[in-house]
Nanobody, 120 residues
């Protein structure tokens, strides 16, 4: 009943920028923390950035100073602004959310992912 849908991925040149978005749809829930993960080809999924319900953020060392996570609580949407992209940023990027249902049950939700390719 709850779905996360990522968008904004694509092909960019090194040094370029992309803005990813992830919207949570459905009913009967509210969102606590949200995060972006990524999975490069042949590697395990890794945490990129997190943002709490109050807007506190944390970043992986590999993206500090280049990526910015933000959220719009009214729209149940999280964003990832990616600047100064490098080839090693190439990955499938996944949206994650900790959800609380109206029945006070805690859930974890993942999006299907969006491809980001950094290539000349």
């Amino acid at each position: 009943q709850v779905q996360l849908v990522e968008s904004g991925g694509g092909l960019v040149q090194p040094g370029g920028s992309l803005r990813l978005s992830c919207a949570a749809s459905g009913s009967g829930f509210s969102i606590n923390a949200m995060a972006w993960y990524r999975q490069p080809p042949g590697k395990e999924r890794e945490l990129v950035a997190t943002i709490s319900s109050g807007g506190r953020t944390n970043y992986a060392d590999s993206v500090k100073g280049r990526f910015t996570i933000s959220r719009d609580n009214a729209k149940n949407t999280v964003y990832l602004q990616m600047n100064s992209l490098k080839p090693e940023d190439t990955a499938v990027y996944y949206c994650y959310a900790d959800l609380i249902t109206f029945a006070t049950m805690f859930l974890r939700s993942w999006g299907r992912g969006t491809q980001v390719t950094v290539y000349s």
